[in-house]
Nanobody, 117 residues
Framework: QVQLVESGGGLVQAGGSLRLSCAAS????????MGWFRQAPGKEREFVAAITWSGGFTYYGDSVKGRFTISRDNAKNTVYLQMNSLKPEDTAVYYC??????????WGQGTQVTVSS
């Protein structure tokens, strides 16, 4: 059974930093591109960042470029999202999943990030 567990969210002031983690189990994630997505209240889920299976290429949404960094440790089946210079508009529930085609069945509970102004 595939399971993705996100952690590391919390409440932070604008300008602060957080590091999210996504632990994957039950599947072959080492050969999969992985991504971070987020959903703010009343909005659709949106793409944040992605990384290829080898970690050689990364991709970012326009709103987070230069502030967020995605990385992965295949030995630990874990994907990370380092978030710096956080803004109130970054407030959302953050999820990880395969990229570029995230299976609906793999969405986890996500981790809440709240940025206060």
């Amino acid at each position: 059974q595939v399971q993705l567990v996100e952690s590391g969210g919390g409440l932070v002031q604008a300008g602060g930093s957080l590091r999210l983690s996504c632990a994957a189990s039950g599947g072959t994630f080492r050969r999969s591109g992985m991504g971070w997505f987020r959903q703010a209240p009343g909005k659709e889920r949106e793409f944040v960042a992605a990384i290829t299976w080898s970690g050689g290429f990364t991709y970012y949404g326009d709103s987070v470029k230069g502030r967020f960094t995605i990385s992965r440790d295949n030995a630990k089946n874990t994907v990370y999202l380092q978030m710096n210079s956080l803004k109130p508009e970054d407030t959302a529930v953050y999820y990880c999943n395969k990229h570029p085609t995230p299976p609906d069945a793999y969405w986890g509970q996500g981790t809440q990030v709240t940025v206060s102004s």
